[in-house]
């Protein structure tokens, strides 16, 4: 069984900056992608970004791209999210989640199979 905790939510300033982290269980991180997606109230879970295996690879939602960075630490099995000029639209719960492949690129919420609960990001105008 794999755990992802996420941390690093709250409250914000529009143009403020937040990182968000997610911790994994287990001895097989590096093997896997990760991706990180959002959902605000009344919206479907939408993509955000997401790293292959080794961190040498992202990808990013055109709403936060040049914005929004991903990179992993495997030796802490720990995948981040850092957030630069946030903006009100980005306020949703944010979810970290693991892929079923190692490369990444992956868009689509049901090509993951491990899930965090969840961390909520406001932004304020």
């Known amino acids: 069984q794999v755990h992802l905790v996420e941390s690093g939510g709250g409250l914000v300033q529009a143009g403020g900056s937040l990182r968000l982290s997610c911790a994994a269980s287990?001895?097989?991180?590096?093997?896997?992608?990760m991706g990180w997606f959002r959902q605000a109230p009344g919206k479907e879970r939408v993509f955000v970004a997401a790293?292959?295996?080794?961190?040498?690879?992202?990808y990013y939602a055109d709403s936060v791209k040049g914005r929004f960075t991903i990179s992993r630490d495997n030796a802490k099995n720990t995948v981040y999210l850092q957030m630069n000029s946030l903006k009100p639209e980005d306020t949703a719960l944010y979810y970290c989640a693991r892929n079923k492949n190692a490369q990444g690129g992956e868009r689509v919420a049901g090509t993951y199979d491990y899930w965090g609960q969840g961390t909520q990001v406001t932004v304020s105008s």
């Open positions: 287990g001895r097989t991180f590096s093997n896997y992608a």
């Open positions: 790293i292959n295996w080794s961190g040498g690879s992202t």
